[in-house]
Every structure is written in C-alpha cells, then in structure tokens.
C-alpha cells in the first residue's frame, strides 16, 4: 500500500493545523506560562547568592521563598494545562487521520487491498497508529514544552550577559551535529522497522488464518521458520535502531559538558573582572543544568519521534489514496443498458510471463445464471473478479450492458455487480443491524422477507433473541451455512442486477448443502448471475455452464447438453460421483 512522502505528510499536517488555530494559541500560552516559570527559580537563586555574598541580609529569604513557591505552582499549573491541550490537539488530529485511513482503505479497489495483503493494513491500523499515539499523548507534549522551556533559557541567560549566553550557545551547534550525525542514519532504520513490523505481521495473518492447511499438508516446522524469519528480521532492525541511539546519547553528553564548563569558565573570568556577580554566573549555570533534561527529552524523543513519524507516512499514504474512480458517484457515465454480463477476449496474470486468462469470451444474457466449474487452479475465481469489476483485465474487456466495468465508478459498479466469497463474514451486532448494512432503510419486514427466502428466518427467530440476538465476535455464534445464508440475505436486500457467487456455498458441508443450494437460487433468482461452483449439484441448478481449465473455456452448454456429450464436464460428473455418490463430493 502507498506510502506518504514527507511533503505530502507536512501537507496534510499543515492545513490540519490551520484549522485548529483556537488550540495552537491556547497551547503556545501555556507552554510560554511555563517556560516563564520554570527559569524563575534559578534567577531567585542567583539573587539569594548576591545576597549571602553582600550583606547577608536574612530578611530577602522569605520574599525570595514566596516567589520561588509560586512560580514552582504556577509552572506546574501551566505545564499541566500545556500538555494537556498538546495530547487534545494530538488526539483529535490522530482520531481524524484514523477515521480518514479506515473510510479509504474501505473504499479501495479490492485489488489493491489484496496485492498488499492483510497484514499491511493490520500493521497500519494497530501498529503504526499505536506508535503515533504514544506520541501524541506522551513524546509530543513533552518535546514541546522542553523546546519552550530551552528557548526561554537561553533568552534569560543572555540577558543576564550576553557573554554567558554566547557561552552557552557553544552548545547549540554540537547538538545541531548529533542530529545531522544521527537523523540520516537513523530516518531509514525507522522506516526499516514499520515495514519489517508489518511484513511480520502478514506474515502472522496468513499462518494463522491458513492454519488448517498448514496443519492438513504437515508443514507446520517450514511456517514456523518463515515466522521466526520474519521476527528475526523485525527484531534484528529493532536492535540496529536502538544501538544508533545509544551512539546518539554519548554525543549530547559531550555538548553538556562542554557548554556547562564553557559558562562556568566565561563566568569565571567575568566575576574576576566584575563584569558580573557571582548570583549571575551561578543563574546562569543552573539555567544551563536546567537545560539538561529537556534538550535531552528533545533529542531522546527522536526515536519515538521517527517512529511516529514513520507511521504518520504509512497512515496519510492511505489516507491519501488515489480513490477518485470509486468515490464519484456524481461523475457523467454511461448507464448500462441492461445487466448483461460480456467479457471479451480476456487475458490477465497476476505476474509477468505468467498468464492465468488467456483469451477468455463470455456472455451471460440478463437475468440467466451461468456456473463455472473446472479442475483448481484453472482461473476461475479469478475470472470471476474480473467480470465483477475488482481486476482489470490486462487487455480484453469486461463490460456490464455495454459500459466498460472499469470507466464506472467503483461506487456505481458495486451498486450493479454484487460479489458474494466463501470468506463470508459476521458483523458484529445483532441480525438485524447485519442486514442493515446492507439497506439501512431496511424494516422488519423487509428483513424478514430477506430471511424468508432464502431459508434463514425459522432459525433466526429461535435464536436466543429472536432477530435481536448479537452475533458475530463475542456474540452468539452461528455456523457456517447460517453465516453464508446470512450474506444471501444481505444480497436480496441490496437487490442488485448482477450478483457472482465465487464459492459462496463452499463452506456448508454436506448436511445443509443442499439448502445452501437452495438458498442460493432463490437469493439469485431474475438476477444476472455467475457462480463459481464448488459443488457439481449447485452447477446443474444454472442455465449454462462453462468449463475451465488452464486459463480458457474448454467446453460450456446448459447442463442437460453437457451431461449428453463425452468431455470434460462428463468426466468431472462422473468423477464426483464416483468419490461422493453424488453427495456434495468437493471435485476442485
């Protein structure tokens, strides 16, 4: 999936921020109340020193305590207010570009989401959102207020002599030298990590969700080695990073000491010429102690920082997703005809030099249904994405009543072309809000009639709330043919002309395959249907079927003409029955 550039991400920070002015003024208040604040003491000091060396006078000890109580209070106050409008600043713009990332990846072609995989899109969400967040809510209110707080230092020492502030300022440009040393060296080894992180991830995905393969083919030792592989590569860039940083940490030491001693040596020479007292000098040095810690948060919180920041550029890359041909319903087009399903001479692979289609032609008239069968491997599935408009085909065309799938909006295809997976899934919440998502304006009657035909509502109401029961994760779980007859149910309510089923009744088993079946027909019935079939008995259900194999159409006919003529789909009937007596034998 895209990844932001860094000019794109400032971008998008830029015209977030303008847009929050009230916050910025409120954050540059507090943290300038703090910064004020926080220096007082050290001049109370300074003064309280002259004093001890002068007269002596023990009458300023109360004064000087008073003001150094309050200005410990009101710097606490104004810290406090200070990060909390930071991590409220933070936390929204974080909580907008989460919404933003979530409501693009939802729109993107689904081949782009697939050619990423999963754990891509997990990795951005979770990670690299968790990264962002630990930002937001702790790194960046604290390198805020220490840049403040250092600034407001530095002004204060240069007003007590412009000379120990020069001295001071030694140390500016050896810090400015640890970042030029580490940000280049360290910039892509952050963005080593998100990536490694998240290939860890895909990684994790595909082994669990495939769990039972691996467990069926015995091949559990060569998956375990590709996770452990790709651990080590996240753990390996992990350890470079940090080593770098520990690196980073001996240089800001170095710039310590030596703006320390440069003030502490300036000052020296300055009280001997009486050119300052010694309360200066002795303000001066503790400001500059002072400095310590946040010029140490600063350059310490790099590394969360480019952590964060790795991660703001994954995030905004999604976020700032090319979605133009999906999301402009508004846009002129051509309305199809009719829902007339046509591909023409298709070819498509999904890597170089190696074809899965190859010069596939099919028509499917309105309102017919057509079952592809076909030994695994022979392009099925994916020709069934292309004449649903989630491939494009690599020449040939895919056309619904005469439109050009891929000249509509995405938006616009989806309302024509309904694509049902075997990988059906719950949503959590009760039955009906799962319809809901299909047609929030959806009734209870609608609903039920939904559930009604195709062979749902008689369970759905004996479920332990009837229609109100939650399902999905945590809630009530239903098996997998109530789970696929559910997704039927979404397809009626949505009522679109075309519906491709890609093994949508894969998963039922032999015991509610036949009402599977049945379900199926009736969800599809008037409709303009393709329907990879896993079972041969869904198959002779359609008006047509096509026969695959390598990438081409080997034989279509109704399923009466078929089962006549000696070929391939003769000899894949009698094989299944064969193996399954007829009874739902799984022939891919």
């Not at 619904?400 to 719950?426: F, N």
Request: hydrophobic share 50%.
């Amino acid at each position: 999936m895209p990844v932001a550039t860094g000019a794109a991400t400032r971008r998008r920070l830029t015209v977030a921020l303008a847009q929050r002015r009230p916050a910025l003024v409120r954050i540059a208040v507090a943290s300038l109340l703090a910064g004020v604040a926080a220096v007082a003491p050290a001049l109370v000091l300074g003064i309280l020193v002259d004093e001890v060396a002068g007269e002596g006078r023990l009458s300023v000890l109360l004064p000087i305590a008073a003001i150094a109580a309050t200005a410990a209070l009101l710097g606490g106050l104004a810290t406090g207010f200070s990060m909390y409008f930071i991590a409220a600043l933070g936390s929204d713009l974080l909580a907008d570009l989460r919404e933003s990332v979530i409501r693009t990846a939802l729109r993107l072609p689904a081949e782009t989401m697939e050619d990423a995989g999963r754990g891509d899109l997990l990795s951005r969400v979770s990670n690299d959102v968790a990264a962002v967040s630990k930002a937001v809510s702790t790194v960046l209110p604290t390198v805020v207020i220490s840049t403040v707080l250092a600034a407001v230092s530095i002004i204060t020492m240069a007003g007590l002599d412009w000379r120990l502030g020069l001295a001071g300022a030694i140390a500016i440009p050896l810090y400015g030298l640890a970042l030029h040393w580490y940000l280049p060296r360290s910039t892509p080894r952050y963005r080593a990590e998100r990536r490694t992180v998240a290939e860890r991830s895909q990684v994790l995905v595909e082994r669990i969700v495939g769990a039972r393969t691996v467990h069926a083919y015995g091949i559990e030792e060569r998956e375990i080695a590709r996770v452990e592989a790709a651990s080590a590569a996240a753990r390996d860039i992990s350890i470079s990073a940090f080593t770098l940083f520990t690196r980073l940490v001996g240089r800001v030491n170095r710039a310590e000491f030596i703006g320390l001693t440069a003030i502490l040596v300036v000052g020296f020479i300055l009280v001997e010429g009486s050119a300052v007292t010694v309360g200066a000098t002795t303000a001066a040095a503790l400001l500059f102690h002072r400095l310590f810690n946040p010029i140490g948060m600063i350059l310490y919180s790099f590394a969360d920082l480019q952590l964060a920041a790795a991660g703001l550029t994954r995030l905004v890359g999604v976020a700032d997703a090319d979605t133009t041909n999906e999301t402009d319903p508004g846009s002129a087009h051509t309305v199809p005809a009719d829902s007339a399903l046509e591909l023409r001479d298709v070819h498509f692979g999904y890597d170089a030099g190696r074809p899965v289609l190859r010069g596939v032609s099919l028509r499917i008239e309105p309102g017919t249904s057509v079952a592809l069968v076909g030994p695994s491997g022979a392009g099925k599935s994916t020709l069934a994405a292309i004449a649903a408009g989630t491939y494009p085909p690599a020449s040939g065309s895919a056309t619904i009543g005469g439109v050009d799938l891929h000249a509509l909006p995405y938006r616009t295809v989806r309302q024509h072309v309904v694509v049902l997976s075997q990988d059906v899934h719950v949503f959590a919440g009760t039955i009906v809000e799962d319809l809901q998502l299909a047609r929030p304006a959806a009734d209870a009657d609608d609903i039920r009639a939904a559930l009604a035909g195709v062979g749902a509502l008689e369970w759905a109401q004996n479920l332990p709330h009837g229609l109100d029961t939650i399902v999905g994760e945590g809630g009530h779980e239903l098996t997998d043919a109530q789970a696929q007859q559910l997704a039927l149910a979404r397809l009626v309510l949505i009522d679109p002309p075309v519906a491709v089923l890609d093994e949508a009744t894969a998963e039922a088993g032999s015991l509610g395959a036949r009402d599977l079946d049945r379900s199926a027909v009736a969800a599809t019935a008037g409709r303009t249907t393709l329907i990879v079939a896993h079972r041969l008995s869904q198959a002779v259900t359609c008006d047509r079927v096509v026969v695959m194999d390598r990438g081409v159409l080997v034989q279509q006919g109704t399923p009466s003409e078929l089962l006549a003529t000696p070929g391939p789909f003769a000899q894949l009937w009698t094989a299944w029955n064969i193996q399954g007596q007829g009874k739902d034998a799984d022939h891919e």
